[in-house]
């Protein structure tokens, strides 16, 4: 399997970028975002619990993200040729649940490519996209910072982790949407040959 984490801060563009990985290389898109916010949508009990969190710019507890993880890969896994995991994971917790839930499955992380991109321009972005996004977490630059400083101190580490596998490709996340792409594919390809 080909098992990307498309890693970066929030506004480093790993939505847009997964839609074209996806389409190139037939991979199973899991965002954490896109699920909890269907959660909080059907205004689940789980959805519930993550709008408080999410609403405010704080990480959703890892045992509430990690639940859900487990169910999507149970359902795929033998059906896709592979991931790409967009948001996820955010606290080395998460990453280290990821290795064990992958390892019990056969399969592991490819690779971490971590887009890099300034806080100015991140705010800039998440302001941007809040005029059309509709999401309350994008239109007020305090929960903006808050997210952040959120990854700051506690989702940069991730790339520690992979790095120490040997998994980690910085790519510079300022530019076209298209030379960012370009960058990427050439990291994937050059991995996977
Ligand atoms: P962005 O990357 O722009 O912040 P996301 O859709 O990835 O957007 O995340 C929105 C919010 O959902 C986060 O601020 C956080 O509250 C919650 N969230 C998403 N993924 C996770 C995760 N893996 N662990 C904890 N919280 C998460």
Redesign the pocket.
Known sequence: MLNLVLFG????G??TQAAYLVDKYQLKHI????L??EEKAKGSELGLE?KR??D???????E??IGMIGGVLDNNVGQVKGFIF??????VA?AEALDTLLTQKGTSITQLLALQVSEEELVKR?LN?GLTSG?A??TNEETIRQ?VS??NNKTSLVAGHYDEQCKLTNIAGEGSIEEITTALCAAIDSQVA
């Open positions: 801060p929030p506004g480093s790993k939505g965002s954490t975002g896109d909890l916010r993550a969190y999410m405010a710019g704080k990480l959703v507890p890892d509430v993200v967009d948001g996820f994971p955010r606290t998460q998440i996209r999401r977490d994008d997210r959120e990854y």
